[in-house]
């Protein structure tokens, strides 16, 4: 069973930079959560993408923006970056019908600097 | 809005000490409830879960978790920890049909001295 995992580790970006994160979701699963984790603090959720098309949203921009594929992987894009933005953003998959989900499953992580 | 709390920023215990390191949420309807571990360097894993059934739950690596729905917490125990045990500890909570969202404490920072 292959894990969550996510691309690139690391990444330096300057103000006003796009950038996009990649996620591959567990083996058996079908939905792709992002959250955001500012340092010393919990993760944040961003969003939540199930069949395609997204399945709720946390107190995040519009700049944050995501896409799911047929095969499940993710992607989060993330416009006019700031350098608020620095943070670590993770990948949780999970199996789930929309309304209920089941638990979710953590990938390592992007680590992202904005300069 | 929803929030969950945890206490402790915090612990530093020595080793076989016991530990409890608390957890509340303000939610007042269903909810599972999570507790997930973050080791240096590595990504978070979940340490235990409750859906529903016994309050009290067991995890990995000797860890439980009591669910008290009337005091809205949801604190993790270990009898007696491990030098391995050092991590930081999040506690998580998510609606009942209100999708996946998980909302996640702030984290409690365990330092185990050998």
């Known amino acids: 069973e292959t894990g969550v995992t996510q691309s690139p580790t690391h990444l330096i970006k300057t103000r006003g930079q796009q950038v996009t994160l990649r996620c591959s979701s567990q083996s058996g ?4 959560s992002w ?6 603090q919990g993760p944040q959720f961003i969003f939540q993408y ?5 399945n709720g949203r946390g107190n995040f921009p519009p700049r944050f923006s ?16 700031e350098l608020d933005d620095s943070a670590l953003y993770l990948c949780a998959s999970s199996w789930g019908t929309g309304g209920i989900q089941e638990t979710q499953y953590f990938g390592p992580g992007t680590r992202l600097l904005v300069l | ?24 949420y303000s939610y007042g309807g ?8 973050q080791y240096p360097g590595q990504h978070l894993q979940l340490l235990l879960k409750y859906f529903s059934g016994d309050p009290l739950v067991k995890g990995i690596k000797g860890f439980e978790a009591e ?11 270990k009898p007696s920890v491990q030098w391995s045990d050092t991590a930081e ?23 185990v001295k050998p």
């Open chain 2, 30 to 37: 269903t909810v599972n409830l999570f507790w997930y571990v």
């Open chain 1, 50 to 54: 199930y069949r395609e098309e997204e």
């Open chain 2, 67 to 77: 669910f008290i729905k009337s005091k809205f917490s949801f604190n993790l125990r």
């Open chain 1, 35 to 40: 959250y955001q984790q500012a340092l010393g």
């Open chain 2, 89 to 111: 500890y999040f506690c998580a909570v998510n609606k009942i049909n209100a999708g996946n969202m998980l909302t996640f404490g702030g984290g409690t920072r365990l330092m």
């Open chain 1, 66 to 81: 995501g896409l799911q594929f047929p095969n499940y992987s993710s992607e989060l894009n993330v416009n006019a970056l």
């Open chain 2, 1 to 24: 809005a929803q929030s969950v709390s945890q206490h402790n920023h915090h612990v530093i215990l020595s080793e076989a000490a016991s530990l409890e390191l608390g957890c509340n």
């Open chain 1, 29 to 32: 699963h079908n939905t792709v």
